[in-house]
């Protein structure tokens, strides 16, 4: 599928690892005594992931961005180039191709109209991608009726809507792959008030239309989810990573078993051994959330941490603290830097079973 996106997996995953189980973190870890964050009625996350089905799969990760709250936040793009647009991210551009004309010809519509994205799913395949913005119905159906695999088009109604599915699910065509089809796929669209949803599978389609409508349980139901979709509220993000995935040692050990590491180098295999025997630092925490975000005093990498109860957030925000220096890069052409060399100062806190971070600097890039 995308080579890109595995590899950004891998590294987020490794990063949080080394971040998360081996920590280090500049600056001071406090106790608040505010009122405990609550998401407010108007949260771009918890409004995001209610269009996301709730399942085995997108409880591992889930991708958010609010592009104009970026824009306006941080309006010299230090830090957002790496944001793209789910519908536009593709393993290998066609040569010579135009992918936001493409896009337009293929589905109606461009990227400038495109506000919000969302991307669920750990899996290769069974992902869940949609895109908010200013989309117009008879310019997506008038590029989708005559725009390529035209011929394969149906139109399903479901649920009071109606989806447009081209082929059978995941069906590979190589003869029409594109920057939009980069595998020739049919996929599965619907254009639900101002949502465009995108899977490969109708099945797919459908839990998105349900989850949308209430039918079903949406990621924004979670508990966990809601604390950590606060907690990135407060921290002001323009960004957000969401997952219930453990980021452990013995979750490293499963995705780096031996021979995986065989695979790799022998320098990188020395490191991520040296990982996997170090001792977890946290204690368990029940979820994950990090995004980017900017305030008066520069760029930061934010992190919550959903803890299963007040003392253990506690706890974790200490534990944080007295790991300054102690992890360090374990992949890429940074392998063996400490983290703390990328980070300017960081703020560590805790309220209610939420850990929260700042970490500020270059960090945020990682």
């Given amino acids: ?34 009122v405990k964050i609550t998401p407010s009625e108007s949260n771009r996350w918890l409004e995001l ?3 996301l089905p709730s399942n085995d799969n997108t409880i591992k990760a889930a991708y958010l961005s609010d592009i104009p709250y970026m824009s306006e936040k941080m309006p010299d793009g230090k830090y957002a180039i790496g944001h793209t647009i789910p519908l536009l991210e593709r393993i290998i551009p066609i040569p010579g191709s135009d992918s936001d004309n493409e896009l337009k010809a293929t589905l109606g519509f461009s990227a400038a109209g495109i506000t919000q994205t969302l991307y669920a799913g750990a899996l290769p395949v069974n992902y869940y991608e949609a895109v908010r913005g200013n989309f117009k119905r008879e310019n997506i159906d008038n590029a989708v009726k005559t725009g390529p695999m035209n011929e394969l088009l149906e139109t399903v109604p479901y649920q009071g809507q109606e989806f447009y599915s081209w082929d059978g699910d995941f069906e590979i065509r190589l003869q029409y792959r594109s920057n939009v089809r980069p595998l020739g796929r049919g996929h599965r669209l619907a254009l639900v008030d101002d949502f465009v949803f995108w899977t490969l599978w109708t099945d797919g389609m459908k839990e998105m239309i349900d989850s949308y409508k209430g039918n079903i349980a949406s990621l ?80 930061y990498l934010a992190i919550a941490l959903v803890n299963p109860d007040e003392a253990t957030a506690k706890d974790n925000a200490k534990l944080l603290e007295q790991r300054i220096n102690e992890a360090k890069m374990v992949w890429g052409p940074d392998a063996g830097q400490k983290w703390s060399d990328l980070a300017d100062n960081i703020v560590i806190m805790s309220n209610g079973r939420l850990t929260l971070a700042k970490l500020y600097g270059p960090v945020v890039e990682f």
């Fill in 220 to 299: 924004a139901d979670d508990e966990d989810y809601r604390l950590l979709a606060g907690g990135l509220e407060n921290l002001d993000t323009v960004t957000a990573f969401f997952s219930a995935e453990s980021h452990s040692i013995s979750h490293f050990n499963e995705i780096f078993n031996q021979e995986k590491i065989n695979e790799l180098s022998p320098e990188i295999q020395e490191r991520l051994v040296t990982e996997k025997d170090r001792q977890a630092r946290l204690k368990p925490y029940r979820a994950l959330a990090t995004g980017a975000a900017k305030d008066d005093k520069g760029y």
């Fill in 49 to 51: 992931l209610s269009v």
């Fill in 1 to 34: 599928m995308r080579k890109s996106s595995k590899r950004l997996n891998v590294l987020a995953t490794l990063s949080l690892m080394a971040l998360l189980t081996v920590t280090f973190l500049l600056g001071c870890s406090k106790d608040t005594n505010e």
